[in-house]
Nanobody, 115 residues
Framework: QVQLVESGGGLVQPGGSLRLSCAASGSIFSIAAMGWYRQAPGKQRELVATITNGGSTSYAVSVKGRFTISRDNAKNTVDLQMNSLKAEDTAAYYC?????????WGQGTQVTVSS
């Protein structure tokens, strides 16, 4: 069994920063791509950022230049550093990981940007 557990969400003022972390545990030989998605109330889940096991990254246009994704292959973790947060970044954030031929998801962590 594989589990992904996110942490680091919370309430932050506009312009502030948060760092999300996601740790994968269980029967893991290697992890291919890892990523972060988000889902705001009444909206579809959308891609935020992804990172390959080689370190190649991609970002949604809306977060490029403000968010940074990183991973530690030895620890099976993926982080999302979020700077210059805006109200429209408010959402539940989910990490995922391709392990073998299966895509696993975490349970999500809430990020609320509000003054």
């Amino acid at each position: 069994q594989v589990q992904l557990v996110e942490s680091g969400g919370g309430l932050v003022q506009p312009g502030g920063s948060l760092r999300l972390s996601c740790a994968a545990s269980g029967s893991i030989f290697s992890i291919a791509a890892m990523g972060w998605y988000r889902q705001a109330p009444g909206k579809q889940r959308e891609l935020v950022a992804t990172i390959t096991n080689g370190g190649s990254t991609s970002y949604a246009v809306s977060v490029k230049g403000r968010f940074t994704i990183s991973r530690d292959n030895a620890k099976n973790t993926v982080d999302l550093q979020m700077n210059s947060l805006k109200a429209e970044d408010t959402a539940a954030y989910y990490c995922n990981a391709y392990i073998g031929r299966t895509l696993y998801w975490g349970q999500g962590t809430q990020v609320t940007v509000s003054s």
